[in-house]
């Protein structure tokens, strides 16, 4: 299933901001039959968590040519996705998240 690109680059930003190692890029595969991320190895990427109890999130985003903007009803911003990222960002930082 796929996620807006704006919700997955939240979650990544919130995941780095909280020490996480977050890497974004294509995934594809390579000739020699290893799963590369833009053209990084995907095995080498994962080995910096080896030994750790790990949460590993794929979150393949839509590709969609179509972008709504929307205007936040609180702060009158404009944004794309879900939630207003500045109003969240305020929220978050408000109750101490």
């Known amino acids: 299933m796929a996620v807006s690109k704006a919700s997955a ?3 990544a ?3 780095k901001r909280e020490g996480a190692l977050v890497f ?8 020699d039959g290893q799963l590369k ?8 990427l994962l080995d910096q968590a080896e030994g750790a109890e790990t ?3 794929v979150a ?5 040519s179509f972008v709504e903007i929307r205007h936040c009803g609180v ?8 939630e207003c990222p500045h109003c969240a ?4 930082r408000l109750r101490g998240e």
């Open 13 to 15: 930003s919130d995941a």
């Open 55 to 57: 949460v590993i999130i």
């Open 37 to 44: 991320l833009d053209d990084r190895d995907v095995p080498s």
């Open 24 to 31: 974004r890029g294509r995934l594809r595969r390579a000739e």
């Open 75 to 82: 702060c009158g911003r404009e944004y794309v996705g879900e």
């Open 60 to 64: 393949p985003l839509e590709e969609s």
């Open 9 to 11: 680059l939240r979650l």
């Open 89 to 92: 960002s305020a929220r978050r």
